[in-house]
């Protein structure tokens, strides 16, 4: 069973707008999550995480907005630019990376 | 650092005959874990290991499916026989601790077809 969903496969922005990917989760065990970015012909890299007892963290452009009662979280990429292009995994874990579960990923395209 | 290292990149087998894919993890890295992406179902964990040793074997989806990790340096993951519903991208990450202050660190996949 999935659980960790992220429910848009696709999204397209404008360069300079704002991207948000969503993403949501079942398991209410979780208390650490991450997103990881994917460039096509390579391996996933990590790009933000965000921990059960926060609910906003923020790495420069990129801010990750955790809302526990609805278990979703959501990253915002301000302004997005054409190199910000890639697959976006969301991910979930326990205090430990073993039991990390991924989503099945998004594909944000932004066009110049 | 050279990071985790795959091979092969890529990989292309008739269904029945054995496929080998291989990992050698960061050094100094002690945790150790093979993945499967595919469309429907992103990225599943299928194994991974702890200094050397197998801990967590429930996601490698049958007996066709097996790894090992002979030394610190090196990892395989082997199915046997294969079927053209593996085909997949299998990658393979490493950690230096079981904690999330360490995220995985990936290499840059096999994409295994099998015809």
């Known amino acids: 069973d999935q659980q960790v969903k992220q429910n848009s496969p696709s999204l397209s922005v404008q360069e300079g707008r704002i991207s948000i990917l969503n993403c949501d989760y079942t398991?209410?065990?979780?208390?650490?999550f991450l997103w990881y970015k994917k460039y096509p012909a390579e391996g996933p890299t990590f790009l933000i995480s965000?921990?059960?007892?926060?609910d906003k963290n923020e790495d420069g452009r990129f801010t990750v907005f955790l809302n526990k009662s609805a278990k979703h979280l959501s990253l915002h990429i301000v302004p997005s630019q054409p190199g910000d292009s890639a697959v976006y995994f969301c991910a979930a874990s326990g205090p430990y990376n073993n039991d990390m579960r991924f989503g099945a990923g998004t594909r944000l395209t932004v066009k110049p | 650092d050279a990071g985790v290292i795959q091979s092969p990149r890529h990989e292309v087998t008739e269904m029945g005959q054995e496929v080998t894919l291989r990992c050698k993890p960061i050094?100094?890295?002690?945790?150790l874990f093979w993945y499967r992406q595919t469309m429907m179902r992103g990225l599943e964990l299928l194994i991974y290991f702890n200094n050397n040793v197998p801990i967590d074997d429930s996601g490698m989806p049958e007996d066709r499916f097996s790894a090992k990790m002979p030394n610190a340096s090196f990892s395989t993951l082997k199915i046997q026989p294969s079927e053209p519903r593996d085909s997949a991208v299998y990658f393979c990450?490493?950690?230096?601790?079981?904690?999330?202050?360490?995220?995985?660190?990936f290499g840059n996949g096999t994409r295994l077809t099998v015809t």
């Open positions: 050094s100094g890295h002690d945790y």
């Open positions: 990450a490493s950690s230096s601790y079981r904690s999330y202050n360490s995220p995985l660190h």
């Open positions: 965000i921990s059960s007892i926060k």
């Open positions: 398991n209410s065990m979780f208390d650490y």
